[in-house]
């Protein structure tokens, strides 16, 4: 069912998996601020330690060479590099670092795949305004080149930006990941356009000045859900189900991949709304300058998140200025969905398959490379390790079916995640490893 060089991976993030906050000059990100307040994360915990993969990288190889991976999916600390976010200056402990990381991958025939950004913006940076300000487009651009520039002859699948969506809303929406702002209805499409912005100018500069020499391909990563009517016979549900898909896959899908632009129905939801409230200034979604480099265009590969699928009904505004007036729909949980560890993660390996269907017809088939899908579970652990496995067969049937018999363009799948590790606002608590890590020796 899946093509000769189709790739196999796994997926980490730098501040999941490293720990070692403070060693060899690195900086602090806004995780580790984030993390050290009080009532932040579940159980007070943090990633100062976590899998200790800055000291235990060769641990780590061993378990992508036991599951005979060919590619292996990790992010790059900006501030391990970057200590102050700029080039001004470089840490070369960091460096070494990740020159070890991908020539040891290379060196055992897996090829990395890189994520520039996942979630851990340095604090010096934050401290100027963060995603919030103009001026991260140019920063994030010089970090990149500087990335590319670094490590580049060896990488040759880029993401710029992990997850744009859950750092916009979660960061920066309703609070509950770093840097914790809680600025709703505003500053979610604030960040999410610079992040759109930061992202093109990367794809343009590595496209300007590294891929003639470099070969490689560079892309974001989007992650969605798959959503469908819960009534089909009823149009207001359907309604709600295609404003749904355009604030999580078309808010940044539709700029890159299909019109250069955020989604008309989004802007039009978020105008209505703001017409209903009173708001009088310009619209709370930006627009993109025509004096900037286009965005349309600015992925090699469709980079997608996937883990779960909800059925969705109108109504759920809150009477507020905030997204989920903006979205005014409300995502319910059919109960024939297993769920497994976290409350919020139904079991459908079947929505992939359509979720892949729609993006193959809504983009014009792009390559597709799956870069997170994964199984989570919390309490006692099971080293049997039974209903993980049956997910991953599961699932991974379901991808078979979408190249085979609906000719989607999949070229890889990477599962989420290698190791237990911090997943992010729930600490230790959840499970997505596929090794278990016992933190209290590590």
């Known amino acids: 069912m899946f093509p000769r060089d189709f790739a196999w991976g796994a997926a980490t993030a730098a501040y999941q998996i490293e720990g070692g906050w403070q060693a060899d000059g690195k900086g602090p990100s806004i995780w580790d601020t984030f ?48 200590p102050n976010g700029t080039t001004r200056h470089v840490n070369q402990k960091g460096v070494q670092y990740y020159n070890k990381v991908i020539d040891d991958l290379l060196a055992c025939n897996v090829s990395p795949m890189v994520t520039l950004y996942h979630f851990d913006l340095p604090q010096a940076l934050q401290e100027q305004g963060g995603w919030k300000s103009p001026g991260i487009v140019n920063l994030f651009d010089s970090y990149a080149k500087f990335c590319f520039q670094t490590f580049g002859d060896r990488v040759k699948l880029w993401l710029t930006i992990n997850e744009p969506l859950i750092c916009a809303k979660f960061g920066h ?41 470099q070969k490689g ?19 207001e549900d359907v309604a709600a189900t295609e404003r749904d898909l355009a604030f999580t896959l078309g808010w940044f899908t539709w700029p890159v991949f299909v019109t250069g632009d955020y989604p008309e ?42 883990y779960t699928s909800r059925k969705v009904k109108a109504g759920g505004s809150c009477g507020e200025m905030c997204i989920k007036s903006d979205l005014d729909a409300e995502e319910v949980l059919d109960p024939s969905w297993p769920i497994c560890g976290v409350s919020w993660q139904a079991v459908v390996p079947h929505g992939l398959r359509k ?49 085979e018999e609906d000719g989607v363009n999949v070229r890889g799948y990477f599962a989420w995640s290698l190791l237990d590790n911090f997943e992010w ?18």
């Open 425 to 442: 606002a729930d600490g230790f608590s959840v499970r997505f490893g596929l090794f278990h890590v016992n933190f209290s020796d590590v």
């Open 173 to 213: 929406e309703n609070g509950i990941f770093a840097p914790g702002i809680k600025e709703p209805g505003t500053a979610a499409y604030l960040v999410g356009h610079n992040m759109l912005r930061a992202h093109a100018m990367a794809w343009h500069s590595y496209n300007s000045f590294y891929r003639p020499e």
């Open 35 to 82: 993390c050290h307040e009080k009532g932040r994360v579940f159980g007070e915990h943090n990633g100062d330690v976590a899998c200790n993969s800055y000291e235990l990288w060769e641990k780590d190889l061993e378990c992508i060479q036991q599951l005979g991976l060919t590619h292996y999916r990790l992010s790059l600390s900006w501030a391990r590099l970057l």
């Open 217 to 235: 391909a560079v892309s974001l990563a989007i992650n969605s859900d798959w959503l469908e009517p819960l009534h089909p016979g009823c149009n």
């Open 355 to 403: 979720l892949l269907n729609y993006i193959k017809d809504a983009c014009n088939n792009p390559a597709v490379y799956i870069t997170e899908n994964g199984f989570s579970q919390v309490g006692l652990l099971q080293i049997e390790d039974v209903e993980r496995c049956e997910f991953y067969r599961d699932t991974i049937l379901e991808v078979g079916k979408a190249i």
């Open 265 to 306: 129905i989004m802007r039009s939801a978020i105008d209505s709304q703001s017409k209903k409230l009173g708001y009088t200034g310009s619209s709370r979604l930006p627009s993109f300058s025509k004096d900037e480099r286009a965005v349309l265009g600015t992925a090699d590969f469709f980079a997608l998140n996937y």
